[in-house]
């Protein structure tokens, strides 16, 4: 699985946003929710 992320800040929160790109086998299947986040502490 291959990501892209990027540097977010929500209110004075630093997070980073992960969205999936693809894989091997290809891109993500549409509809599917491929984004997360996680707060840097």
Excluded: H, W
Excluded at 1 to 19: C, D, H, T, W
Excluded at 23 to 40: D, L, V
């Amino acid at each position: 699985m291959f990501f892209q992320a990027y540097p977010v800040k929500i209110g004075g929160v630093s997070r980073v946003e992960l969205q999936a790109i693809g894989s091997s086998e290809g891109p993500p299947s549409k509809g599917k929710n491929c984004t997360t986040s996680a707060r840097i502490d």
